[in-house]
C-alpha cells in the first residue's frame, strides 16, 4: 500500500472516529434498551399471544428478530447524532431533531440531504464561516495554512504545494500557522 493511500485511510479512520464521538451517552442507552426490548417482544411477548405455533423457521426468526432490533437501535441513535450535529452546521436543534423522529427514517434522510457545512467562528472577529476556509470573509484573518500561489490548502509541516510545487518557505505565512522547522 502507497504511503498516501495509508495516510488518506488514517485521515478516514480518524474522521469517522470524530464523528462517531457525536453520539451523546443518553442516544446509546436508549438504543441498547430498544435493542433489549426487541428482543424481548420478539422472543416471549409475541409468542405467548399467538394461539397456533409459527410456522417460520429459526433462521427467519432469528433475522427478522436482529434486524428490527438493529433498526431500533438506529433510530435512536440517529435522532442523538443529529441533536449534536445539527449546531455545528448552524442548523435548528429542535427543528432537525423533532424532523428525525419522524417514522420510517425519512427524517434522517432529509437531514443528509439538506444539511449545511460544518461552520466554526473566526478566532478574530466571531464570523460563524465555513471550516474548510484559509481566510475569513469579515476581517481576512488566516485562519488555516494555505499556499501563497494558488491557495489551496497546506499541511503547516509542507515545504512546498501539493497542488502547484509553489516553494511555502516564501510565503508570508504567519508565524502560530508555521511547524518548527530546523
Same mark, same amino acid.
Given at each position: 500500500?502507497a504511503?498516501?493511500?495509508?495516510?488518506?485511510?488514517?485521515?478516514?479512520?480518524?474522521s469517522?472516529?470524530?464523528?462517531?464521538?457525536?453520539?451523546?451517552?443518553?442516544?446509546?442507552?436508549?438504543?441498547?434498551?430498544?435493542?433489549?426490548?426487541?428482543?424481548?417482544?420478539?422472543?416471549?411477548?409475541?409468542?405467548?399471544?399467538?394461539?397456533?405455533?409459527?410456522?417460520?423457521?429459526?433462521?427467519?426468526?432469528?433475522?427478522?428478530?436482529?434486524?428490527?432490533?438493529?433498526?431500533?437501535?438506529?433510530?435512536?441513535?440517529?435522532?442523538?447524532y443529529?441533536?449534536?450535529?445539527?449546531?455545528?452546521?448552524?442548523?435548528?436543534?429542535?427543528?432537525?431533531t423533532?424532523v428525525?423522529?419522524?417514522?420510517?427514517?425519512?427524517g434522517?434522510?432529509?437531514?443528509?440531504?439538506?444539511?449545511?457545512? /460544518?461552520? $466554526? @467562528? =473566526?478566532?478574530? !472577529?466571531?464570523t460563524?464561516?465555513?471550516?474548510?476556509?484559509?481566510f %475569513?470573509?469579515? &476581517?481576512?484573518f488566516? /485562519?488555516? $495554512? @494555505? =499556499?501563497?500561489? !494558488?491557495?489551496?490548502?497546506?499541511?503547516?509541516?509542507?515545504?512546498? %504545494?501539493?497542488? &502547484?510545487?509553489?516553494?511555502?518557505?516564501?510565503?508570508?505565512?504567519?508565524?502560530?500557522?508555521?511547524?518548527?522547522?530546523?
Open positions: 500500500m504511503p498516501s493511500n495509508s495516510l488518506r485511510d488514517s485521515e478516514a479512520t480518524s469517522f472516529a470524530e464523528e462517531m464521538k457525536l453520539i451523546p451517552s443518553w442516544s446509546v442507552g436508549l438504543a441498547v434498551i430498544a435493542a433489549v426490548y426487541m428482543q424481548y417482544l420478539y422472543w416471549v411477548i409475541i409468542p405467548a399471544h399467538r394461539h397456533h405455533p409459527s410456522n417460520l423457521a429459526i433462521g427467519v426468526r432469528i433475522y427478522l428478530a436482529f434486524s428490527w432490533s438493529a433498526m431500533a437501535a438506529l433510530y435512536f441513535l440517529m435522532v442523538g443529529v441533536s449534536k450535529d445539527a449546531p455545528r452546521r448552524n442548523m435548528s436543534t429542535s427543528f432537525w423533532f428525525c423522529l419522524m417514522p420510517g427514517g425519512i434522517s434522510v432529509l437531514y443528509f440531504l439538506l444539511r449545511q457545512p /460544518v461552520t $466554526a @467562528a =473566526c478566532p478574530s !472577529c466571531g460563524r464561516i465555513l471550516a474548510e476556509f484559509h %475569513c470573509p469579515q &476581517c481576512a488566516q /485562519v488555516s $495554512a @494555505a =499556499c501563497g500561489n !494558488c491557495y489551496r490548502g497546506v499541511r503547516i509541516i509542507d515545504l512546498y %504545494c501539493v497542488h &502547484c510545487g509553489h516553494d511555502l518557505t516564501t510565503d508570508n505565512t504567519p508565524s502560530r500557522l508555521r511547524a518548527f522547522q530546523p
